[in-house]
Structure formats: structure tokens, C-alpha cells
């Protein structure tokens, strides 16, 4: 009975280790399926883009209302994206024209879903850690023609959201991501998915997208 007792201590403490073991698919399966609950978020992300001719930095502010409401706008407003099921407009500040666009497959779950698939078929992920307290994930491609990136890294928050990305396109392109002022679950009204542009706008039809 004593020895029944010592190995259940035994377990116990080993358990705690078993189960916070991380890896790259463990975050991964995470990460999905957070995005998945998730039924509202709201945040500003920071783009930069860097090359060889130089760099080009923007900040957007985004709103999302699962299952498929997007508003995503710079920050100086010269470029304002809104979809609502599958239409989606976007809007440029100079010239004064807007595109409008219809898109597959943006439902919400089933998107995420699709996303991440992508990842676990193209990339190869390998988990590198803690980083400025994120855990830190490498994919990379498993054939040069499967992705347009060859790597990319991911920081995902200890409460598993992705915080920060790096892609590289192996030919000397590199787009940074940084999240901020990030929202869980707000409450987003029909209004903040609206945008009218002014009345001379002009209207260009920009075709379908494949979200795939």
C-alpha cells in the first residue's frame, strides 16, 4: 500500500511536466483552436516591409466579428477594408476609388481552420523557445514552391495568440507583424463593419478571391 502511495506521489509531480511539455504542433493546435472560439477581437497591427529598395512601414486598426465581418483601416485612412459575408470593399483615399470584391470562404471557424491546415501541410515547424517572454515557432517550407514564404516565425502570447510574425520570401523580402492593444471578445455592432465612401468615389469591380 505504502508503495502504491509513493508512486502516486511520484506521478503527480511528474504530471505537471507532462502536461505543460510544449512543442511547435502543441501551440500550433493551440493557436487554432482559440482562433476558432474567438467571437470578437479587436487590435492595431504594424507592418513593416522590408527589401533591397528599402522599407515601408503601416499601422492598421482591425475589427473582427466572427463569422465573417472584417474592418480593417489605416491609420491615417487612406486605405479602409470592410467585408461583410462574402463582399468586400476596399476602399483608397487617393485616387477616390473603391474596389469591390467577393470572397470564398470566409466563414469564420472553416477559415481558421483552412489557415492552419496550410501551415501543417506546407511548413515544418519547430518550437525555438521563449522569447521577450512568447513562445517562439519556426516553420519552414517543405518545397520552395509550396509557399510564397520560405520561413516564418511566429511569437505566440502565453495565453496563445499570436503577438508578432515574420515572413521571408527567401528572395529578400521580409514582412514584420506586431499586435497591440489587442481586445478579446468586445462587443462590435452591424455599424463599425460600415463604411460609405464619399459621393464621387469611383466604384471598380476587383473580381473574386479564393481564400484557400
Same mark, same amino acid.
Given at each position: 500500500?505504502?508503495?502504491?502511495?509513493?508512486?502516486?506521489?511520484? #506521478? &503527480?509531480?511528474? /504530471?505537471? $511536466?507532462?502536461?505543460?511539455?510544449?512543442?511547435? @504542433?502543441?501551440?500550433?493546435?493551440? =493557436?487554432?483552436?482559440?482562433?476558432?472560439?474567438?467571437?470578437?477581437?479587436?487590435?492595431?497591427?504594424?507592418?513593416?516591409?522590408?527589401?533591397?529598395?528599402?522599407?515601408?512601414?503601416?499601422?492598421?486598426?482591425?475589427?473582427?466579428?466572427?463569422?465573417?465581418?472584417?474592418?480593417?483601416?489605416?491609420?491615417?485612412?487612406?486605405?479602409?477594408?470592410?467585408?461583410?459575408?462574402?463582399?468586400?470593399?476596399?476602399?483608397?483615399?487617393?485616387?477616390?476609388?473603391? #474596389? &469591390?470584391?467577393? /470572397?470564398? $470562404?470566409?466563414?469564420?471557424?472553416?477559415?481558421? @481552420?483552412?489557415?492552419?491546415?496550410? =501551415?501543417?501541410?506546407?511548413?515544418?515547424?519547430?518550437?525555438?523557445?521563449?522569447?521577450?517572454?512568447?513562445?517562439?515557432?519556426?516553420?519552414?517550407?517543405?518545397?520552395?514552391?509550396?509557399?510564397?514564404?520560405?520561413?516564418?516565425?511566429?511569437?505566440?502570447?502565453?495565453?496563445?495568440?499570436?503577438?508578432?510574425?515574420?515572413?521571408?520570401?527567401?528572395?529578400?523580402?521580409?514582412?514584420?507583424?506586431?499586435?497591440?492593444?489587442?481586445?478579446?471578445?468586445?462587443? &462590435?455592432?452591424?455599424?463599425?463593419?460600415?463604411?460609405?465612401?464619399?459621393?464621387?468615389?469611383?466604384?471598380?469591380?476587383?473580381?473574386?478571391?479564393?481564400?484557400?
Amino acid at each position: 500500500m505504502r508503495t502504491i502511495r509513493i508512486m502516486l506521489v511520484i #506521478y &503527480l509531480l511528474l /504530471l505537471p $511536466n507532462l502536461v505543460l511539455a510544449v512543442t511547435a @504542433e502543441s501551440i500550433l493546435n493551440q =493557436l487554432e483552436n482559440n482562433y476558432k472560439r474567438l467571437a470578437s477581437l479587436t487590435c492595431t497591427v504594424n507592418e513593416v516591409v522590408s527589401g533591397s529598395w528599402g522599407q515601408v512601414e503601416s499601422n492598421y486598426n482591425i475589427k473582427l466579428r466572427m463569422p465573417d465581418n472584417l474592418r480593417a483601416e489605416l491609420t491615417d485612412n487612406s486605405l479602409i477594408i470592410t467585408a461583410q459575408g462574402g463582399e468586400v470593399m476596399a476602399y483608397y483615399l487617393k485616387p477616390n476609388k473603391a #474596389y &469591390l470584391y467577393t /470572397l470564398d $470562404n470566409f466563414q469564420g471557424s472553416e477559415a481558421v @481552420e483552412i489557415l492552419f491546415s496550410f =501551415l501543417y501541410e506546407s511548413f515544418d515547424p519547430e518550437y525555438l523557445g521563449i522569447s521577450d517572454g512568447m513562445h517562439k515557432v519556426k516553420l519552414s517550407a517543405k518545397k520552395q514552391d509550396s509557399s510564397p514564404y520560405q520561413e516564418i516565425y511566429l511569437w505566440a502570447s502565453q495565453d496563445y495568440y499570436i503577438r508578432r510574425l515574420n515572413l521571408d520570401d527567401g528572395h529578400g523580402t521580409i514582412i514584420n507583424f506586431s499586435v497591440s492593444d489587442q481586445v478579446l471578445n468586445p462587443t &462590435l455592432s452591424d455599424a463599425e463593419f460600415v463604411y460609405t465612401p464619399p459621393a464621387d468615389c469611383l466604384f471598380l469591380e476587383g473580381g473574386p478571391i479564393k481564400f484557400k
